[in-house]
């Protein structure tokens, strides 16, 4: 339901990458399976799980260091993507039972 969500505020704000932070590729498989237009962005610190989500369609994932916040994934997004000043970025995750969905302006 939350990464339906997720999609559909997306699609609403015309927003142009979702951020799914989760350790699970089956999570990131979640938010895929609904085909945002937008770019999913996965980060991991893992290489094997990057491996495993390139298979994943529509995501893109992102080597990060560990301990990165919320705003610096953003930041990081904003660069790679080189989106343009006022895009939003739509993030979900958390663990599970925690998970979240937020908007994030660049």
């Known amino acids: ?8 505020l997306t699609e609403g704000l015309s927003a ?6 989760s350790d699970k590729p089956s999570f990131v498989a979640k938010v895929s399976r609904h085909r ?5 962005i996965a980060p991991t610190e893992d290489e094997q799980r990057a491996n495993q ?10 080597f990060i260091r560990r301990g990165m ?5 953003v930041k990081l997004a904003v660069h ?3 989106l343009s000043k006022g895009s ?6 958390g663990a599970k039972g925690e998970r979240s969905l937020s908007i994030m302006q660049s």
Request: avoid cysteine.
């Open 1 to 8: 339901a939350l990464t339906e969500a997720a999609v559909v």
């Open 88 to 93: 939003y970025i739509v993030t979900i995750g």
């Open 53 to 62: 989500l390139r298979l994943v369609w529509g995501v893109i994932p992102q």
């Open 69 to 73: 916040t919320s705003n610096e994934l």
């Open 80 to 82: 790679r993507l080189k």
């Open 36 to 40: 945002p237009s937008s770019l999913i």
């Open 16 to 21: 142009k990458a979702i951020i799914a932070m």
